[in-house]
């Protein structure tokens, strides 16, 4: 029998296939292999809670030139370790920057998120000493005067609008948060102690607080042997913490300007009321640049530990602002919330959960005095919210003015209606009510109002000859405003002893629109 055989090139060509098919199969292998790891990775990804990380840093010193090296540094390591942070500047140091010709600082912060921390930060008059005893209007109205310039630089000189605000030290007012509206800036990221539920983010003043978080603002020392050891230990606690409690945020913040100085430039100059000229100012003592440059490598470690931790996203301020979106907004409210709403009003005035929303104290007064009107006008289409700050001033009792147990349920009726056209024309809650000759304040407006709705008396005939009972209303979210002491606003730059008991009456008031954020899962 004749043997056939393959030419040399076609048997070469056949032992190439058949490696061609053991590396196909152990591509295929690896492929599965992968795959497994992927599905056990997005499991174990999806059985951890989120953890929601939020690295801002105040970039204020517009003395020290080094510290614009120091945040340029900064944005760009974080850039290529795919972390965006946010970045919120003062104006001056915006202007600075500009004046300086530092293009590529600004360019470098660009990448990331721009946020705002007052237009001059340390000097005198800082945000609070201007607001502590301005009225409400005034307040804001000041608030705005001085503070939308350097929003407006900020916008020519970064190309965008800040994301959010935060004062500077511990100049804290709760005006800010109204006027910081009109400027279009809904995010008010910071830390003190003067408003926080929880220690988690909230709502007041209409804005997304992430504010006095307590135990979850962590942050590690740029110097010492262990800081890094101990910077990664804090973290984890606050981690452990927030993850056995299904999820939450965590606050870190810096400055760019730590990482080169040994005193802080506004303290060097501006201590306990100080508002030298120019000229004066002093530049800040610096460290060695291996203090410097050992600083840099641990806050690396720092960031990449951060981002290592199952269920961790590093988020910026307009993401979290995403996150925690205030979904009762969205909601209409028909006759089974608006019956929770008002037993809830008759025991205590706060914020409650309605299904899987909450409400403010202003949103339930607003809900409950349009449902109110809804009934007066016959009318049954479902109620949306609106937002509403809270009164400009403390109830008093007129001068000349008793208070009656009763008054006539047409007086009740055409008060509703007034309150309802105040709100509208205001944009906020009255300081008091008017029924007739008689005056009550917001919660016993609201606590009475409650119990109309809820025994159905708006439903009846309208001037029907009846009487409304006047109740006492009990209202507690001011509890989370902390009182007026000049240790919330001990800030090194205030003058010794500063603090503001008209402004944190006000700040009490504003408690109406407190809520905590609920995060999306």
């Known amino acids: 029998m004749r043997k056939t055989f393959l030419p040399q090139r076609h048997r070469g060509f056949t032992e190439a296939h058949r490696e061609k098919h053991?590396?196909?199969?152990?591509?295929?292998?690896?492929?599965?292999?992968?795959v497994s790891l992927l599905a056990f990775s997005q499991l174990t990804m999806a059985q951890t809670p989120p953890i929601y990380v939020t690295l801002w840093f105040d970039t204020e010193d517009y003395i020290?030139?080094?510290?614009?090296?120091?945040?340029?540094?900064l944005a760009e390591m974080l850039t290529r370790l795919g972390i965006k942070a946010t970045f919120k500047i003062v104006g001056e140091k915006a202007r600075v920057l500009e004046q300086r010709g530092r293009k590529d600082v600004i360019a470098a912060l660009k990448k990331h998120e721009i946020g705002y921390h007052s237009n001059y930060h340390s000097i005198h008059p800082t945000p609070a000493e201007y607001l502590q005893n301005a009225d409400w209007d005034e307040g804001v109205a000041e608030f705005y005067r001085r503070e939308m310039p350097g929003v407006k630089d900020i916008q020519r000189i970064f190309?965008?609008?800040?994301?959010?605000?935060?004062?500077?030290?511990?100049?804290?007012?709760?005006?800010s948060h109204a006027a910081l509206k009109q400027m279009g800036i809904n995010v008010y990221l910071d830390d003190s102690t003067h408003v926080g539920i929880d220690e988690q983010p909230f709502y007041y003043g209409g804005l997304l607080n992430i504010f006095k978080m307590g135990t979850h603002i962590v942050r590690m020392d740029l110097s010492g042997d262990d800081n890094l050891a101990k910077g990664k230990a804090k973290f984890m606690k606050s981690y452990e913490t927030l993850k056995a409690k299904g999820g939450g945020t965590i606050s870190i913040y810096f400055h760019p300007c730590e990482w080169v100085h040994k005193e802080f430039w506004d303290g060097v100059n501006f201590s306990r009321g100080a508002n030298p000229a120019r000229?004066?100012?002093k530049l800040p003592p610096t460290r060695t640049s291996e203090e410097t440059e050992k600083a840099f490598r641990d806050f690396e470690e720092y960031a990449k530990f951060i981002k290592a931790q199952a269920g961790v996203r590093y988020v910026t301020a307009n993401e979290l602002e995403k996150l925690y979106e205030d979904n009762a907004l969205s909601k209409q409210y028909g006759q089974p919330e608006i019956i929770q709403i008002a037993r809830a009003m008759k025991k205590e005035i706060t914020f409650q959960q309605v299904s899987d929303?909450?409400?403010?104290?202003?949103?339930?007064?607003?809900?409950?005095?349009?449902?109110?009107?809804?009934?007066?006008?016959?009318?049954?289409?479902?109620?949306?919210?609106?937002?509403?700050?809270?009164?400009a001033q403390s109830f008093v009792l007129p001068v000349g003015v008793s208070r009656p147990s009763t008054v006539k349920q047409e007086a009740f009726y055409e008060a509703v209606r007034?309150?309802?056209?105040?709100c509208k024309t205001n944009k906020r809650m009255p300081s008091l009510v008017w029924i007739g000759s008689v005056a009550i304040s917001p919660a016993d407006y609201l606590a009475t109002l409650a119990y109309e709705v809820e025994r159905g008396y708006l439903a009846v005939q309208i001037l029907d000859g009846g009487y409304v009972t006047l109740r006492s209303g009990n209202f507690t979210a001011d509890k989370y405003v902390a009182n007026d002491d000049p240790k919330i606003f001990g800030w090194v730059i205030h003058p010794e002893g500063f603090h503001a008991p008209k402004m944190m009456e006000l700040a009490k008031l504003q408690a109406w629109t407190l809520k905590p954020a609920?995060?999306?899962?």
Not at 22 to 34: E, K, M, N, P, Y
């Open 22 to 34: 053991r590396l196909c199969a152990t591509l295929c292998q690896l492929c599965v292999s992968v």
């Open 64 to 73: 020290l030139p080094q510290s614009d090296d120091a945040a340029k540094r």
């Open 159 to 175: 190309g965008v609008m800040p994301s959010c605000y935060g004062q500077p030290g511990s100049s804290w007012g709760p005006q």
């Open 279 to 281: 000229k004066d100012w």
């Open 357 to 391: 929303f909450i409400l403010s104290a202003a949103d339930m007064f607003y809900i409950l005095t349009e449902i109110a009107v809804a009934h007066i006008n016959k009318n049954s289409n479902p109620i949306e919210l609106k937002s509403l700050s809270g009164p």
């Open 418 to 422: 007034e309150v309802a056209a105040y």
């Open 518 to 521: 609920v995060m999306k899962k």
